[in-house]
């Protein structure tokens, strides 16, 4: 659900210091030329369903046809299976490496960086920490919040946590969907990582069964400031193939 970390810049003496500095981090989406506030705000999506398409092996079971005419965020890879209204990552070298074709060996028959740059509807990165050299300059920042918080105004930005799935969860938020529905939000790997190709990162199951139950606790620390804001979350899954359960599981048959 995540491409990874981002990486250090090289020859950078003071990286600490720079990725530690909330003003640094303003400065650089305060630079981008466009950010998502220009064109959206948290009535956007008001008293509007949303749902979000994460990686997860479950997607395979779902007729993800039946979203064409709904309100939609994919994440990351999500392209590979539909064209959603949203498109949200939060890994620069992410989007770096999709746009410029470096990801096209993940996917056999897919040209992704084709895609990527076909795509019509709306890129959104979680503004980095530093600057980069981003080739896509059709993408939108939407502002980071450097601590966690459950955002209901998107000019003052969104919490992306440990992972864009629940980055994701909190841009719907922040443009007044409700309720949000999750699709492909295993948090368990049986068979691969992700219903797509992945990212080429060589990682285990092991390890990223590891990795998705950190992701976990970072969803379920949220669950309850969403309650309480009256936005409901559910999960479009069935038990036997979800370990998110800190938002109702309701069969996605039953929604869509």
């Not at 038990?239 to 039953?254: G, H, M, Q, S, Y």
Request: proline share 5%; charged share 20%; with cysteine.
């Amino acid at each position: 659900m995540g491409y990874g970390r981002q990486p250090k810049a090289e020859n950078d003496i003071k990286v600490e210091e720079r990725l530690g500095s909330d003003q640094i981090i303003e400065d650089v989406y305060q630079a981008w030329p466009r950010r998502l506030p220009d064109i959206a705000n948290e009535t956007t999506w008001k008293r509007h369903a949303c749902f979000i398409v994460a990686g997860g092996e479950s997607i395979h079971k779902i007729n993800i046809n039946k979203l064409s005419s709904r309100i939609t965020i994919g994440v990351n890879k999500a392209l590979v299976h539909f064209r959603p209204t949203l498109i949200y990552c939060q890994d620069v070298p992410f989007v770096q490496a999709i746009s410029t074709g470096k990801l096209n060996h993940t996917e056999r028959y897919i040209d992704l960086q084709k895609m990527w740059n076909d795509y019509n509807g709306i890129k959104v990165l979680l503004s980095p920490m530093s600057r980069y050299d981003l080739p896509d300059k059709t993408v939108y920042y939407v502002r980071r919040l450097t601590k966690p918080k459950l955002m209901l105004d998107l000019t003052r930005g969104i919490w992306g946590g440990s992972n864009s799935g629940l980055g994701a969860l909190m841009l719907a938020v922040a443009m007044g969907a409700n309720p949000i529905y999750l699709l492909g939000f295993d948090m368990k790997a049986k068979g691969s990582t992700h219903s797509h190709g992945g990212y080429a990162d060589d990682r285990t199951l092991e390890g990223f069964n590891r990795t998705l139950s950190k992701y976990i606790a970072d969803f379920a620390a949220m669950a309850i400031p969403l309650t309480n804001a009256g936005i409901e979350v559910i999960n479009l899954n069935t038990e036997r193939d979800t370990n998110l359960n800190c938002f109702p599981i309701v069969d996605p048959n039953a929604v869509l």
